[in-house]
């Protein structure tokens, strides 16, 4: 398990991230992989389910006690912890959208995956790690996302840019709907990142298992809400892959394509993922949001990379 000193914010400056940058990256990413309406009382199969496949109306939610003191203490925090999962948040043609540009991304880390995980930062722009070629590229690095699919002629489209934008500002809305919590409080902060989960490639390090329990707040310090919206169906597109709450009250999410969940960063929710099953064309696609009571860590989300959208029909370098 990756321990939480080692844990640091990435800053992709330059089109090859730092072999340090690298191990922080994967580390991130490990940590964090991992739901409008007032809270209701909790739902839970004898099998711990849950939330499986099956599509459902409104919000189901349950609620657990804060580990945080500090939680109420403000119009940010929440006064009451949990999590809440919303079916169908995000409609078909905006999964496809970004299921698209999560494609077009991993595929310029080579023709397979180093190992069982590969990631986009939306925040930082690194995206790794490569897969080596035998000469200019080096396997295990991460290199600036953007940059790399301008020069690929594939860079992010104004449409994707601005309904990533829009998508971003409506989980943040449904975060300070489902908590109670001033939605002007509520800021950006990274990791934010499309993450892909499978692939016929074994771990080579502790930081490709993915699937080790862990707390959010602990790995990242500023976190105090996390999302994640699904772009894959768990069952159809891959095996294994659900997202697993720990602890004393213990719960189970089935990844599918839409689907939002939310939670409270802190050690009341500790979580795991488990592992996909391995093959080469099933994987589980996910993009992860996060959000912060702390308006010193908050970050632009999507702006300071809006440079190179569209980038090579306006000749950017």
């Not at 997202?243 to 939002?260: M, N």
């Not at 009341?268 to 959000?291: D, G, I, K, Q």
Request: hydrophobic share 45%; glycine share 8%; proline share 4%.
């Amino acid at each position: 398990m990756v321990r939480a000193k080692r844990v640091a914010k990435a800053k992709t400056k330059s089109a090859t991230a730092t072999a340090s940058q690298s191990r922080t990256l994967v580390a991130l990413f490990a940590i964090a992989l991992a739901a409008a309406v007032a809270w209701v009382a909790p739902w839970q199969s004898a099998s711990g389910v849950w939330a499986d496949s099956a599509p459902f109306n409104g919000t189901r939610a349950m609620s657990v006690a804060c580990a945080d003191n500090s939680k109420g203490s403000n119009t940010c925090q929440p006064s009451q912890c949990g999590r809440a999962v919303r079916h169908a948040f995000a409609s078909d043609e905006e999964v496809a959208q970004i299921r698209a540009l999560a494609h077009r991304a991993f595929a310029t880390l080579g023709s397979e995956q180093r190992g069982p995980v590969a990631m986009f930062d939306l925040a930082s722009g690194a995206l790794g790690p490569t897969v080596g070629d035998g000469g200019s590229k080096i396997a295990g690095k991460f290199v600036d996302g953007f940059r790399e699919l301008h020069q690929n002629q594939q860079a992010v489209s104004r449409g994707e840019f601005e309904l990533l934008m829009a998508l971003h500002e409506r989980v943040r809305r449904a975060v300070a709907e489902q908590f109670d919590v001033a939605v002007d409080q509520l800021h950006a902060v990274g990791p934010n990142f499309l993450s892909r989960l499978g692939g016929t490639n074994l771990p080579r390090k502790i930081n490709d298992e993915y699937w080790h329990e862990h707390i959010d707040t602990i790995a990242y310090g500023a976190f105090t809400y996390t999302a994640l919206v699904y772009l894959s169906d768990s069952g159809r597109e891959f095996d294994g892959g659900a997202f697993v709450f720990d602890g004393d009250t213990p719960a189970t999410v089935a990844p599918t394509r839409g689907r939002l969940l939310l939670f409270t960063s802190g050690a009341e929710n500790p979580h795991h993922v488990e592992p996909v099953r391995a093959h080469e064309s099933r994987v589980r696609y996910a993009l992860t949001l996060a959000f912060t009571c702390n308006a010193s860590a908050a970050i632009d989300f999507l702006v300071p990379h809006r440079r190179w959208v569209d980038a090579q029909r306006v000749g950017v370098e």
